[in-house]
């Protein structure tokens, strides 16, 4: 598979993030750029990082107008719980028939056993739906460019 370059329109989707709540990315936009953190799984360590750094710098990206949306194909009760343990207060959504991966092109057929997670990916999404940056990891022990991804934000204001 390609993946998502960046020029390219980013697909839209709905994903639950609680029971009866939905986000959608096309709604999300309509308030400003979207940062969307692809990640494997919950309570991975290497996951856990990543998204605590992405919760450290919330507010910088909120500075600038941008929000920040976790995906991984877990389900929202296992979201719930981890972002309970974390402190995270941006949504993460549950990809759990795995449309969305596909979609992004940001697929991992085999990860330890488990079939068909997301891989470690970023895109930043322009308010136009367009993708400005995008950034994909076949190895999900590797954090993605922080610096890379607030700058490509910032190049947005």
């Not at 028939?97 to 488990?114: F, N, Q, W």
């Amino acid at each position: 598979m390609t993946r998502l370059d960046v020029g390219s329109e980013a697909p839209d989707f709905t994903l639950l993030e609680a029971p009866g709540k939905t986000v959608t990315l096309s709604e999300e936009l309509q308030k400003g750029p979207v940062v969307l953190v692809f990640y494997p799984a919950d309570f991975s360590s290497v996951c856990q990082e990543e998204l605590c750094r992405f919760r450290d710098v919330l507010a910088d990206y909120n500075d600038m107008g941008a929000n920040v949306l976790g995906i991984s194909v877990d389900g929202i009760f296992s979201h719930k719980a981890f972002k309970e343990v974390n402190d995270i207060q941006f949504p993460l959504l549950s990809d759990w028939e795995k449309t969305v991966i596909r979609s992004y092109e940001v697929v991992h057929p085999d990860l330890a056993g488990m079939k068909d997670v997301a891989k470690r990916a970023v895109f930043v999404i322009d308010v136009d739906q367009t993708v400005v940056y995008a950034w994909v990891s076949d190895n999900p022990g590797k954090l993605p460019p922080f610096d890379e991804v607030k700058m490509a934000v910032e190049k947005l204001q």
